[in-house]
């Protein structure tokens, strides 16, 4: 009998707490206090028990504690839930296990060495600017020295990888700015950095600013970013995604989940999933979750179709790119009619060949939605003409 394959899944924990709502941010957070934390990790400890079944045939391979800001539930409760993944699921001996921290709340360096000892081998840092005074115009309640220390105590625990997240285009942020934010980042030598363009979500404290807000416009916005891409090559960053630079090796295995169509299941108020060719989305409510109601914000069994376009728009965000083949044979579609656009997007240097496909170029990264718009539209076009001929029975194209 020909053994099961076991497949590769990753597991994300949503911790919903915050000290503080920053200005910019939309992700389901709420204030935090000790006995709704420890009720908290009760109800996720059981949800992982719940969802275990369904993952009897996957190995986890990566982990990742996201939020809000895990790093505000304390050692001992991270470590609970980490024994719960590692009692109920099969854990690979090198999976990749990330928390998400704020310099003003991470552990000390001892509780951090002892959460390494358990597995935990990366650090994703909220950093977002070196400068004091910007950190204050977006929410933010740590400070650079914060962010110093935290690095200290991370290398010190002797956790192998760190991750920082920066934001650019921010409130009077000028070019110089950022350089300098980049420069004192590449002082910390974190082994991968996150760069975000800042961008004003509806229902936020800067979104309801918005009218008096002096932001960098398109232009010094592309500006920063182009100059990320090319500051970061030089000092061994490899751009990896649009958004996500890293030493050889370190990119996150993880986030290459979302934009690999791999499967990854979510945990707690508001998480995402795509399991079980099923993309669902818990409702962001803790009270509901704390009360056991998995109640779903939205549950859809994936098409040919969509995951088609989901695979042009999620390639296209990586430096990797499409790789012809693999679409070919993946959705028994022909690859010319898309090889005919990016010639075009090519000779305006927005995208270029791989050895194994087409993947877009940093200036093209900056119009991407306009691209894989572009792109989703000529296939279905296709399909529709291919249709009609069918119809009019001429089968020769189909």
Known sequence: ???????????????????????????????????????????????LLETAPMAAGHTVDTLYFGGGTPSYLGYERIAQLLQAVKKNYRLDRHAEITMEANPDSLFDWKALRALRRMGLNRISLGVQSSDDEMLRRLGRIHTWKQVCDAVEAVRRAKIPDLSVDLIYGLPEQTMEQWKKTLQDVLQLQPQHISCYGL?????????QQRDTLILPDDDLQADMYLYTVDFLAQNGYEQYEISNFARPGHASRHNMKYWTLSEYAGFGPGAHSDFGNVRYAYVRDLELYLKGRLILSESETMTEQEREREYLMLSLRTAQGICVREFENRFRQRFDVLEKLLLTYARHGLACRTEVGWRLTPQGFLVSNQIITALTDALVEEKQRRMAKAAAGDYRIV
Do not use: N, Q
Not at 36 to 47: G, I, S
């Open 199 to 207: 961008k004003l979500e509806d229902g936020t404290p800067l979104w």
């Open 1 to 47: 009998m020909k053994p099961k394959t076991i497949r590769p899944l990753g597991l994300y924990l949503h911790i919903p707490f915050c000290k503080s709502k920053c200005a910019y941010c939309d992700f389901y957070s709420l204030p935090h206090s000790e006995e709704k934390m420890d009720e908290y990790v009760e109800r996720l400890t059981a949800h």
